[in-house]
């Protein structure tokens, strides 16, 4: 029973009169994230056409051609209103939605649209998606509202690639070198379409969005949007029990502490992104393919599964994930230590090792990496390889394996939506510094079935190229697979229509945050 003390009496008294005399004022509603938050976060990085993570934070502000549904299944329009190829594969016509305005009220229009594609494909922009748009040989702009492609060939990933590339204003970027643009402050600063407009940045602290009153599906119910930035995860997690924020990452293990809680929700589904074992594949240690195969059957993946991940994984035996390209004909690499130190005696692995330790990088910091990592240890010293851990940030992952001075990895990789996605990182043409092919993977084979499944417009014939593409990487174990595994979200109970999804790099799909609001 709540007491109140008699001298305060006529104070709640007055109080109570104003609430019931007074106009009732409008309480501003803020939704505070920590959007940056995990694997899939890119934190204080804001150019997001050199970015390959960070796009859940990215679509608050800015916008793309296309989006996924939440499911990761099906394609729609965001700025696109409608896309089509022609007959030939040889050109791609896309209507732009109209009436779409800057947050500084400039129209938005094809020229934006053609700004954005050649600043992507111009090398000195740095971008992350020049290779997905290699296809493209000229751009046309007949009205404000049509863009043109012209293709060197049919690329039916051209719409999943639109997914990740924010559009970005002419009127304002058209001046701009492309290499003074990298690092420009305007992204400190930016100007979008998205559903909130940028407030202010503070470093190492937080972004504040304000919503946009013109956004083109209408004005977001929330008044602002705030990402704020965290040391680290446990930080954000706290933040959250605390009612301080209403959404962040969670690790399992912090799924494991919070069953009780009483303060948010836990979200929580595939990642589709692949954990697998990278080895440098100019390393000659690692030429022999026994070599490869030693090292995966030694790893009993099924116990790590279930003792570590808590069954919040599932085995992969090739470098996709989605049932649709996973054939039942793969070699399912059973766990076999005795095996697994023939295949590795029958290799020049002594000699050309003679019992060194190999460093075994990674940028995932967690718990249960971290005991992930011990098992591996442990397995591979079962027959012979002696594991040295080193746990790294991602940009000096990057770094690292960017210069290939790594010998072996732990790392993850999007394999979907679209499986179009993984051409980049193990084709042969995008081997650094050309790209992202960072294991240096070189299979004159497994490029040609990227190609003919970037080529190919009918979906059935497209799926059984991905499913070849599956089988090579079971047969040749350029990357060698481990697990695919689900990851969390919290949202608080106090937050209403929050959608959220575990995705590669943290967006690409739907989330309608102008319906997002708080209780």
Known sequence: MLKFH???????????????????????????????????????????????AGFSFYNKYFSTL????????????????????????????????????????????SKDVKFTLNLVRNPDSASSFASRLNNVTDIQTPNDTTVMLTLSSMDASLPDAFTSIMMV?????????????????????????????????????????????????GRPKLDKLINRYFKDGSSASIALQAGEIQHTYLTLDQVKESQKNTVYNVISGPSNVLNYIGVNNNDPRFKDIRVRQAILMAIDRAAIV?????SQ?????????????????????????????????????????????????????????????SSLQAMLGEIGITIKPRFVDGPTFSKIVDAGNFTMVFAGGGNGPDPSV??????????????????????????????AGQQEADEAKRTEIYKNVCRMTNAKLPWIPLWGTNRFGGVAKNAQNV???????????QDFPENWNMQ
């Open 66 to 109: 296309t989006l996924y549904d939440v499911g990761l299944q099906n394609l729609s329009g965001d700025l696109a209103d409608s896309w089509a190829f022609a007959p030939d594969g040889k050109s791609l016509t896309i209507h732009l939605r109209k009436g779409v305005k800057w947050h500084d009220g400039a129209p938005f229009t």
């Open 313 to 373: 994984a599932a085995v992969s035996n090739c470098v996709l994930s989605l049932p649709k390209y996973v054939p039942a004909d793969l070699n399912q690499y059973g766990t076999n230590v005795k095996k697994a130190k023939q295949l590795l005696a029958a290799t020049d692995w002594d000699k050309l090792n003679r019992g060194a330790p190999i460093e075994l990088l990674t940028y995932y910091g967690d718990q249960v990496t971290k005991d992930v990592v």
């Open 169 to 217: 204003p002419e009127h304002l970027l058209g001046k701009i070198p492309a290499k003074e643009l990298r690092n420009s402050d305007w992204w400190k600063q930016p100007v979008g379409t998205g559903p909130f407009k940028w407030v202010k940045y503070l470093p190492d602290q937080y972004v504040e969005l304000d919503a946009n009153n013109n956004f083109y599906r």
């Open 6 to 52: 008699k001298k305060l009496l006529p104070l709640v008294a007055l109080l109570a009169l104003m609430a019931t005399s007074a106009p009732t004022m409008a309480v501003e509603k803020t939704f505070v994230g920590a959007f940056d938050v995990g694997p899939s976060g890119n934190a204080q990085k804001f150019n997001p056409l050199t970015a390959s």
């Open 499 to 509: 959608i959220w999804t575990p995705a590669p790099s943290g967006g690409r799909y």
């Open 306 to 310: 279930k003792y570590i991940y808590n």
């Open 422 to 451: 993984l051409a980049p990182l193990m084709d042969s043409a995008y081997i650094p510094p050309k790209g992202v092919n960072r294991m240096r993977v070189n299979l004159p084979e497994l490029d040609a079935l990227f190609k």
